[in-house]
C-alpha cells in the first residue's frame, strides 16, 4: 500500500534496522522500543491488521518470532519476553500493517502485566453460550 509505513520500509524507501529477512517476512527494531530488542516481526505482504491477515501468513510470522526470539534474548541478555498484536484502534494498534511486537522483559524493566479488573462481569455460563452461538 502506497501510503504505508512498513510497506515503505520493506521497498527500502524508509531505514529500518533489520535484524531478518527472508522472501516473505522482515523483522526491525521499533522506533519507539517499550523495552531494550524491541522487535517488529512484519509480512512483506499488506494486510491490515490480524483478522485480515491469511492463517498461512500468520504462521510464516510465528515461524520468525520462534526463531529470532532466542537470537533476541541472548543478545539483550534476557531469558524472557512478551509477544503482541495490537488489533484495532482502541488495542493500541497505530501501523495498519499486520506486526507481532517481540519485547524482551527484564527484572524491574517498568512494564506492568495486566492485572484482573475487578468490574468485568462473571457471566461465564452466559458469555461462553454467546461466544460459542457467533463462532463461524
Ligand atoms: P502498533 O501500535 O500498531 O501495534 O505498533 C506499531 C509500532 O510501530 C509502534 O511500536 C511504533 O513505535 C512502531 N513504528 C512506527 N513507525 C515506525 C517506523 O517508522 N520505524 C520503526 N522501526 N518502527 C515504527
Ligand atoms: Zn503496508
Not at 527472508?22 to 522487535?39: E, K, N
Request: aromatic share 8%.
Amino acid at each position: 500500500m502506497s501510503d504505508c509505513i512498513f510497506c515503505k520500509i520493506i521497498k527500502g524507501e524508509i531505514p529500518c534496522h533489520k535484524v531478518y529477512e527472508d522472501d516473505s517476512v522482515i523483522a526491525f527494531l521499533d522506533i519507539h522500543p517499550v523495552s531494550y530488542g524491541h522487535t517488529l516481526v512484519v509480512p512483506k505482504s499488506h494486510y491490515a491488521d490480524f483478522l485480515n491477515t491469511p492463517p498461512e501468513v500468520i504462521a510464516d510470522l510465528m515461524a520468525v518470532v520462534q526463531k529470532i526470539a532466542p537470537a533476541i534474548l541472548e543478545a539483550t541478555k534476557n531469558e524472557a519476553f512478551n509477544i503482541g498484536i495490537n488489533t484495532g484502534k482502541l488495542a493500541g494498534q497505530v501501523i495498519f500493517h499486520t506486526h507481532i511486537h517481540i519485547m524482551p522483559r527484564s527484572v524491574n524493566d517498568g512494564l506492568t502485566m495486566w492485572g484482573e479488573n475487578p468490574k468485568v462481569v462473571k457471566d461465564f455460563a452466559v458469555l461462553v453460550k454467546q461466544i460459542k452461538d457467533k463462532i463461524i
